[in-house]
């Protein structure tokens, strides 16, 4: 049998201008399909080649299960460049001992751990799973070679995601046609954006000509509209809760008995006024609707934090009390459950934020979702203003709790209807701890 011969794929015209572009920051994308791993990949390519061992690439995800795939690609063609893969490390090493680390990027701490470190080409991909640019920004701080090595961070990004905003504003609107750069005011940094659609990779439409059609039953449409002609302006504005959809229950004594109260924690630990609020709602659940009995938000430190949690539980006794198991929610539940009785539920969360509130707008839409009248509840206005201002608003802190709560009642919600339907009339409670 002949041996197979490798041939490494050779970049489309504009991703072979993105490999000439020295900017700063770079942005490809625009729109699904327009091959932007494959032109990350060339990026490490292109950069081993210019610099050798002078250069060192980091490779960042929001989400390690995005992650394993671009290490996939890498996999199937560095190897056969004689790249060494060490899965235990996740890291690529070149014969000219130039080094590619793969690593997570999930928020502003995450970014703060590579402070001290020194890469001279940073590759954030799909960067528009950032709600803020924070996290990216702190990166510029590892960006240096004393070797004189050009640094870049480089991009890749479509429309229709929680960054849409931030991307949009510093890299479309300056220049929506793109292949322009961007100066950014009192500094040397420029920006540029290479506009990518589906039609810039001609081998997926030849070797999946339904994919067009596939991706426009995706999603809503103004999301198809982002993703298929590159629209940055096209992405949703504010109009994923529709106040429409909110029933309203007037009279706190006429409210049901309630089978659960569940409470739902988002969190944040730091005071100032620039970071995020941590807010907690609480939900009573009927055999086939959900109140939402009280919401609170504010900034407060650790300390403080506990002290809420517990008031918050005292005041309305949830069943079960809902956190977030990441970065700040994991040292909240381990205090609780340590030095409470309070019943804390960790939560993984998984995917980007906007999915999962699309993910229980059925819920409002059907009318099963009660809030009380405004003249009783002073938080409303803040609450239903930032769910119908999504993801525009300027905080989504209750987006984010109301998301967690609402998904894990349905969730147990089928589960008590299982149980109903298999023994005698049910009276009690499936929700416990």
């Not at 046609?177 to 081998?203: C, H, L, S």
């Not at 979702?369 to 405004?374: E, K, Q, R, T, V």
Request: glycine share 6%.
């Amino acid at each position: 049998m002949a041996a197979t011969t490798f041939e490494f794929p050779t970049p489309y015209p504009k991703q072979a201008h993105t490999l000439k572009c020295n900017a700063h920051q770079l942005v490809y994308g625009g729109a699904r399909g327009g091959a932007k791993s494959f032109c990350a990949m060339f990026k490490i390519v292109q950069h081993e080649q210019l610099y050798g061992q002078n250069g060192k690439v980091l490779v960042l995800r929001r989400y390690y299960k995005d992650l394993q795939d671009f290490i996939l690609l890498c996999r199937r063609y560095l190897s056969k460049l004689g790249w060494a893969y060490r899965s235990g490390e996740k890291d690529f090493t070149a014969p000219s001992g130039f080094l590619v680390r793969f690593r997570i990027l999930e928020n502003e701490q995450d970014a703060e751990k590579y402070q001290g470190h020194e890469y001279t080409l940073i590759i954030v991909e799909e960067a528009g799973q950032y709600p803020k640019p924070e996290p990216i920004d702190l990166l510029n701080g590892a960006m240096r070679s004393a070797e004189g090595v050009p640094a870049q961070i480089f991009m890749t990004a479509n429309p229709g995601g929680v960054g849409n905003d931030w991307l949009r504003e510093r890299f479309v609107e300056p220049a929506p046609d793109g292949f322009t750069m961007i100066p950014v005011e009192g500094t040397k940094i420029r920006r540029y954006y290479v506009p990518a659609r589906i039609q810039d990779n001609p081998k997926l439409l030849d070797n999946d000509p339904e994919y067009v059609d596939r991706l426009k039953l995706s999603g809503p449409p103004h999301l198809v509209r982002a993703w298929l002609s590159g629209d940055w302006f096209a992405a949703p504005s504010g109009d994923v809760f529709r106040l429409e959809w909110f029933s309203k229950y007037y009279d706190p004594e006429y409210m049901p008995k309630f089978r659960a109260i569940i409470q739902s924690w988002d969190t944040a630990f730091k005071k100032g006024i620039k970071n995020d609020r941590s807010a907690c709602t609480t939900w009573g659940v009927t055999k086939n609707e959900i109140y939402l009995i009280h919401a609170w938000a504010g900034r407060v430190e650790f300390p403080a934090l506990k002290k809420q949690v517990e008031l918050l539980y005292n005041k309305f006794m949830p069943s079960m009390v809902l956190i977030e198991d990441k970065a700040s929610g994991q040292s909240l539940h381990q205090e609780m459950k340590a030095n409470t009785i309070i019943p804390i539920k960790p939560v993984k969360v998984d995917g980007d934020k906007l999915a999962r509130a699309y993910s229980i707008t059925p819920l409002f839409e059907t009318g099963i979702i009660f809030l009380p009248n405004s003249g009783d509840a002073e938080w409303l206005y803040d609450f239903s203003s930032e769910l119908c201002s999504f993801p525009k608003a300027k905080f989504d802190d209750y987006v984010d709790s109301t998301s967690q709560a609402l998904d894990y009642i349905r969730r147990l919600q089928k589960n008590m209807a299982r149980l109903e339907r298999k023994v005698v009339p049910f009276t009690g409670s499936v929700w416990g701890v």
